[in-house]
């Protein structure tokens, strides 16, 4: 996953739930790599998984933690 955003003063990190609202494991908040810069393609990902591709079968919504921190822009990979 790539984000614009601005996590210079904060962090933004990113979990991944099914269609109930519980987080599936391997994309959970505790297993994303949290941003924590200022840029329009910072990549965010989770220990086990860079992108979202195993997913691809499933509905899924994402949730976002912010901290001092914009989101502008995501884009999935």
Same mark, same amino acid.
């Given at each position: %996953?790539?984000?614009?955003?601005?996590? +210079?003063?904060? @962090?933004?990190?990113?979990?991944?739930?099914?269609?109930?609202?519980?987080?599936?494991?391997?994309?959970?908040? &505790?297993? /994303?790599?949290?941003?924590?810069?200022?840029? &329009? /393609?910072?990549?965010?990902?989770?220990?086990?998984? +860079?992108?979202? /591709? /195993?997913? +691809? &079968?499933? &509905?899924?919504?994402?949730?976002?933690? %912010?901290?001092?921190?914009?989101?502008?822009?995501?884009?999935? @990979?």
């Amino acid at each position: %996953m790539i984000l614009n955003a601005d996590a +210079s003063a904060g @962090k933004i990190e990113v979990e991944v739930v099914d269609e109930h609202l519980r987080p599936i494991p391997g994309f959970t908040r &505790a297993e /994303s790599t949290p941003v924590r810069a200022d840029g &329009a /393609s910072q990549v965010c990902g989770w220990a086990k998984h +860079s992108d979202l /591709s /195993s997913l +691809s &079968a499933r &509905a899924v919504r994402l949730r976002f933690f %912010m901290r001092k921190a914009d989101l502008y822009a995501f884009e999935l @990979k």
